[in-house]
């Protein structure tokens, strides 16, 4: 007997897959990193030897249960990637400003309803995005994205 499948051919069978985990973000410096991710108040929950002369370092938002992992790149690989992680406040313009003065690298401007400001999602370049939002960049140039949900 087969497993039903859907109308796109996928199974419907559950497979055991419960939650996003950990996100993996390149780090060339990860004590530089973790200092970063501090000040925008995650929380370490592990940092341990691994592999050859590296660690294994988790960060977590505040009370998050998926978190991101900093791990050295390999040979070749880049830093300064678009991670697709998307990181939300309660109010954005504050945060924003309150990035702004302890010297994180963001956006100018929020991208929002009623601002002439674009942002780029992928393939998609929008003007006045609901909800607002905006890029802010860590210490190896990895963009995470900042949106105050509606």
């Known amino acids: 007997m087969h497993p039903p499948r ?3 051919g996928m199974t419907t069978t559950a497979i055991g897959i419960s939650q996003i985990q ?5 780090s060339t410096d990860q004590d530089r990193s973790i200092a970063f991710y501090e000040a925008l108040g995650f929380e370490k ?3 341990f030897p691994w592999g050859a002369n590296y ?18 790149p390999g040979p070749g690989d880049p830093t300064g990637v678009a991670t697709g992680i998307i990181l939300n ?13 302890i010297g994180v690298d963001v ?3 929020v991208a929002g309803p009623g601002s002439p400001v674009e942002i780029q999602l992928g393939a ?27």
């Open 45 to 47: 929950r592990s940092d």
């Open 89 to 101: 406040t309660d109010d954005i313009d504050a945060t924003h400003a309150g990035l702004c003065s």
């Open 124 to 150: 998609v370049q929008l003007s006045g995005p609901m909800p607002p939002m905006f890029y802010l960049r860590d210490p190896d140039g990895n963009a995470l994205l900042m949106v105050e949900p509606h």
């Open 107 to 109: 956006d100018d401007d």
């Open 22 to 26: 950990l996100v993996m973000i390149p």
């Open 55 to 72: 660690r294994w370092v988790e960060l977590y938002p505040p009370g998050g249960t998926a978190g991101i992992a900093l791990v050295p």
């Open 6 to 8: 859907n109308a796109g």
